[in-house]
């Protein structure tokens, strides 16, 4: 009689539903420097007198951006 895989194992790999993060702490972090990076540039756009619209395009870019720098700038040493 052949046990399948998980009848013989004790160990649980997932930790308890208190215990998840919906984000790990690095990723929070990048993508809360894209975010402020993102509104940094719409706010400097509006600023220099261009449209809400173009304000959001510009916004909008700068978060591609950023979140590509900040993934790469921000080491993942753990």
Known sequence: MALSETEG?????????EHRHLLTPRAALVILFAVLTALGVGALTVAAGQT???????GGGALGGALLLFNQVIGNDG
Do not use: D, G, T, Y
């Not at 194992?9 to 539903?17: A, G, I, K, R, T």
């Not at 809400?52 to 510009?58: P, T």
């Open 9 to 17: 194992s004790e160990v649980n790999q997932n930790p308890p539903p």
């Open 52 to 58: 809400l619209a173009e304000a959001v395009l510009a």
